[in-house]
């Protein structure tokens, strides 16, 4: 052990001395090739002596410095960017590895663009062309998006993250029925952030009159075939235009509103935040909207909503309005939560 000692810290005196000089006068970013000697040079020695005297000798980095003269604290920090650089590398060529394996074991179709970065293309989505690779994993659920997805359905990239789980919307559509027995005819239902279809088609399976909003023409022409796939299109007024302009003219029984909540970054809020992180408005704005439209309204919201906010919400109507949320799973997984309200729906 003693050899190992006076051999490693040899090499951090070697290593200081040629760093430091290496360095003046040039960039501190590291090419590939430099990052992986490096991080083979310090994996050798400064991982296991420095570490290593540190926790069982010195323990204190000032005397780790003065046994290894030359290693002074701008010496230090360069060598510690370094060691951060080549984690880096490292943790980027793991994470290159697991990927490329898991799409292998998908037999999935895969090529690099021109910046090196994954890409893949989809069975059913082939259309869209080359996909990043972290759609995947919601791509592996797509028939708990879609039972009927083998029968030709239709989405984009974006959709596959922020289209309601069937077995959810289909809930949504019974509870809006309103007691009828699970017959919604003769009522009205504007699905104002409707995208490609997924609330619907469960709405208008229930005999809903659809007013299906979307401001992305692909989505809506997305939206249109999967419901014929369905067979529910002859219910459904399907309509490619902006919620927030279209809102004065429009009136309904029920709003359903299910707007972008901000893509897959969302699910690393603690709490979300309806006023500040719903797009492209803030939530008040869109449920007063949806109020002077129908005296029902449903929104489709994160599950870390702050329930503060939702009771909040009850008191914009003109009555304030009863409200009930829901928690909503998916095979025993919490996705979402759903808020209705008004008299009909809330019960």
């Given amino acids: 052990m003693a050899t190992e000692q006076l051999h490693g810290l040899n090499s951090i005196k070697e290593i200081t001395r040629t760093y430091h000089i290496g360095e003046i006068g040039r960039s501190t970013r590291l090419s590939l090739s430099r990052a992986k000697q490096l991080k083979h040079v310090i994996n050798t020695t400064l991982r296991i002596i420095i570490d290593h005297l540190i926790t069982t000798a010195f323990k204190d980095k000032d005397a780790v410095r003065s046994s290894v003269p030359g290693l002074c604290d701008q010496t230090t920090q360069s060598i510690e960017q370094d060691i951060m650089s080549c984690q880096k590398v490292g943790k980027q060529d793991q994470q290159s590895t697991v990927i490329s394996q898991t799409l292998a074991d998908l037999d999935l179709n895969v090529i690099l663009d021109e910046n090196g970065r994954h890409r893949v293309i989809l069975p059913g989505m082939e259309e869209e062309g080359p996909l990043r690779v972290e759609v995947v994993k919601y791509w592996k659920q797509r028939h708990s998006l879609f039972s009927r997805w083998d029968e030709g359905i239709r989405v984009d990239e974006e959709s596959l993250f922020s289209v309601t789980p069937q077995e959810i919307a289909e809930h949504q559509a019974l509870r809006c029925c309103c007691g009828r027995l699970g017959d919604g005819s003769g009522l009205v239902v504007v699905d104002a952030f409707a995208g490609v279809g997924g609330n619907t088609i469960q709405f208008a399976s229930r005999n809903f009159h659809v007013i299906s909003i979307d401001i ?8 249109r075939r ?4 369905y067979g529910v299109s002859e219910r459904i007024e399907f309509i490619v235009g902006d919620f927030l ?11 359903f509103l299910s707007p972008p909540w901000g893509g897959p970054q969302y699910i690393k809020a603690e709490k979300y935040d309806i006023e500040t992180m719903l797009q492209p408005v803030s939530g008040s704005c869109l449920f007063k909207l949806a109020s002077l439209i129908a005296p029902n309204v449903v929104f489709f919201l994160p599950k870390t909503c702050d329930l503060n906010q939702l009771a909040h919400l009850s008191l914009l109507s003109q009555p304030s309005s009863r409200y009930t949320v829901e928690w909503n799973y998916v095979k025993g997984e919490l996705k979402a939560l759903t808020a209705y309200y008004g008299d009909n729906i809330a019960n």
Avoid at 217 to 223: D, E, F, R, T, V
Avoid at 226 to 229: C, D, F, P, V
Avoid at 245 to 255: C, G, N, Q, S, Y
Wanted: zero cysteines.
């Fill in 216 to 223: 992305d023409p692909k989505k809506s022409k997305y939206a």
């Fill in 226 to 229: 999967n419901a014929e796939i």
């Fill in 245 to 255: 302009e279209l809102a004065p003219t429009l009136k309904a029984d029920i709003v």
